[in-house]
Structures are given as C-alpha cells and as structure tokens.
C-alpha cells in the first residue's frame, strides 16, 4: 500500500520565484497536513484540512503562502514569491478520522537562493 | 511557556542500556499522546501511542502516561545503535486531529 506521496523531493530555486509543492495523501484518508520543518522551529503545522475544506491555517506565515486540496487525493502548497527564510523542508501528513496518527510523506527539501 | 517540553539533548546511553525520554504538556485535557522517531533526513515515524494513564509496552518500547502531573515518557530497552534519532513528541489537546508537537529530544547509542 502506498503512502503519503510527496514531489519534489528537492527544489532548489532563487528569490522570487514561484514554488509549488505537491501531496498524495494515502487512499482512504480524509485529513491532509501541511508542516514545515526547520533546525531553530522544529515542527510546524501550517495548515490541515478534513474532507478536502482547510480548518485551520493560522500557521500560514503570509500571504506568501497558500494551499489547496481541490479533492481527495491531491493537495498544494505554494509559495509566491519565495524568499530565503523560506528554505526548509515541508512535509505532508494524512490521517484516517478517528485514529489521530499521523503518516508523514518523505518531504520536500527547498533551498530558496 | 511551549504547550509540549522535551529536553533537546543530545541524550547519550551506551548500547545495551535503558534510554529514558521525557515530555510535559501544558493543556490538562490532553487525550492522545504519541512517541515519533525521525532519524536524520527522513520524515517522521509513529513508534507508540497512549491514551490511559500507565504503561504499554511494544517490544523493546515502552510508554508511560501520567495525566495528574502531565506528564509522558518513553523507555528504550537494550538500546541498539540503529536507535539513535530525534524523538518527537506529539499531543492532541483539541480533539480536532491537530498535533502539538515537542521540540524532539536527540538521542545518540554509543556502541
């Protein structure tokens, strides 16, 4: 089976540019997170959805910021524009309702330049 | 003050002996507790879950819950080098499937 389904893996690009970062969460599961991790914040939720609707996004940074999940199996997170601070590793994680663990996807390595 | 505190060590233990990691949270009406393990460049791993207060063991894992002084720790029996890793700690306190995640406490097994 598979799970939590991540690209890329590694972005690297430059100040102001455009990022877009895909999820699959695992088939079956209705609740879909957003984190960003780095070495001085550790883990941060930035937002979650429950049956494709965003419930709580007060971890969004700014407006730089924004994400959809236009159905069950497909989620982004963009950024635009990016800039260096922004450089983290963001992962995804989804949950079955009711049974509160959380599976993570590989992650996203973005190095903003 | 942090709503879940874990030491950020790094926590060494020779192979062969019990690790003891610890977590304290803030909210009284925490319900679920979780031990992740996340070891250097992957993502996180569920090792155990709690839910009552006392102990449950999984092999060589044991958690332990204590509501009253908020307080949640695992144990690591005959610890191996593949054990060492960054363990999280994670609470829900709202009961809407948000997370609050420790800081992680790095662990290190010298061989």
């Known amino acids: 089976d598979a799970g939590v389904i991540q690209s890329p893996r590694h972005e690297v690009t430059e100040m102001g540019q455009e990022v877009t970062l895909r999820c699959k969460p695992i088939s079956g599961h209705n609740s879909l997170f957003w984190y960003r991790q780095t070495m001085m914040r550790g883990l941060e939720l930035l937002i979650y959805?429950?049956?494709?609707?965003?419930?709580?996004d007060s971890g969004m940074p700014e407006d730089r910021f924004s994400a959809k999940m236009p159905n069950a199996s497909f989620s982004t997170l963009k950024i635009q524009p990016s800039e260096p601070r922004d450089s983290a590793v963001y992962f995804c994680?989804?949950?079955?309702?009711?049974?509160?663990?959380?599976?993570f996807g590989p992650g996203t390595r973005l190095l903003v330049l | 003050q942090k709503e879940v505190e874990q030491n950020s060590g790094p926590l060494s233990v020779p192979e062969g002996a019990i690790a003891s990691l610890n977590c304290t949270y803030s909210?009284?009406?925490?319900?679920?507790f979780f031990w992740y393990r996340q070891y250097s460049g992957k993502s996180p791993e569920l090792i155990m879950s709690i839910y009552s207060n006392g102990d449950k063991e999984d092999g060589r894992f044991t958690a332990q819950l204590n509501k009253a002084s908020q307080y949640v720790s695992l144990l690591i029996r005959d610890s191996q080098p593949s054990d060492s890793a960054t363990y999280l700690c994670?609470?829900?306190?709202?009961?809407?499937?948000?997370?609050?995640w420790g800081a992680g406490t790095k662990l290190i097994i010298k061989p």
């Open positions: 994680a989804s949950t079955d309702r009711g049974l509160e663990t959380q599976y």
């Open positions: 994670a609470v829900n306190t709202r009961s809407n499937y948000q997370l609050i």
């Open positions: 909210d009284r009406v925490s319900q679920s």
């Open positions: 959805f429950n049956n494709n609707v965003p419930i709580d």
